[in-house]
């Protein structure tokens, strides 16, 4: 069964670090491209970076130069190390799989979240 | 940006009732085109891609038309599991991907 997890999420102060994981089962991440996308309270959903199987790297410009997408092939995990943080970084964080092809990028797996709380 | 607009916003519906949600972009998409749904405390799922195409495992009373900037997502025979918020989001810009504003369905 294909399947994401993240973990990592919590309260922090402003201007703190966290790093989040999303351990994946059923496919290899590596072969995959995957991205990260948050949801803040009472907002939608917004995409925040993506990682894609060769290798590059792609980032809101909300979050470009404080965010970091990265993967583990031996773990199967994918990470966002988020410097920085702001109030407005508050949010449910998801990771997720993203199939590319002649018909677009879709997103056709996600896990369930984990939130993170930017407060003092 | 491309700029999505989806309507209505929140929409009041029965268990039965057909129901259509709308998704305007402010330039042409041609069909990259996506629609989820999305329960509280549960991970988003994929019901229509490429504007048209129902994810496998997708209930057969979810489809998806249009193309260029307008867009629709219409669920029939409306059921109790339906009741969500739904999102569309364009993949023409990838991998900077944009989700609209979400329509919350309500009994």
């Known amino acids: 069964e294909v399947q994401l997890v993240e973990s990592g999420g919590g309260l922090i102060q402003p201007g703190g670090s966290l790093r989040l994981s999303c351990a994946a089962s059923g496919f290899t991440v590596s072969s995959n491209h995957m991205n990260w996308a948050r949801q803040a309270p009472g907002k939608g959903l917004e995409w925040v970076s993506a990682?894609?199987?060769?290798?590059?790297?792609y980032y809101a410009d909300s979050v470009k130069g404080r965010f970091t997408i990265s993967r583990d092939n031996s773990k199967n995990t994918l990470y966002l190390q988020m410097n920085s943080l702001r109030a407005e970084d508050t949010a449910v964080y998801y990771c997720a799989r993203d199939v590319y092809d002649t018909n677009g990028d879709h997103f056709d797996c996600w896990g369930q979240g984990t939130l993170v709380t930017v407060s003092s | 940006d491309i700029q999505m607009t989806q309507s209505p916003s929140s929409l009041s519906a029965s268990v039965g009732d057909r129901v259509t949600i709308t998704c305007r972009t402010s330039?042409?998409?041609?069909?990259?085109l996506n629609w989820y749904q999305h329960k509280p405390g549960k991970a988003p799922k994929l019901l229509i891609y490429a504007a048209s195409s129902l994810q496998s495992g997708v209930p057969s009373r979810f489809s998806g038309s249009g193309s260029g900037t307008d867009f629709t997502l219409t669920i029939s025979n409306l059921q109790p599991e339906d009741f969500a918020t739904y999102y569309c989001q364009q993949s023409y810009t990838t991998p900077a991907i944009t989700f609209g504003q979400g329509t919350r369905l309500e009994i």
């Open positions: 990682l894609y199987a060769g290798g590059n790297t």
């Open positions: 330039q042409t998409i041609n069909s990259y």
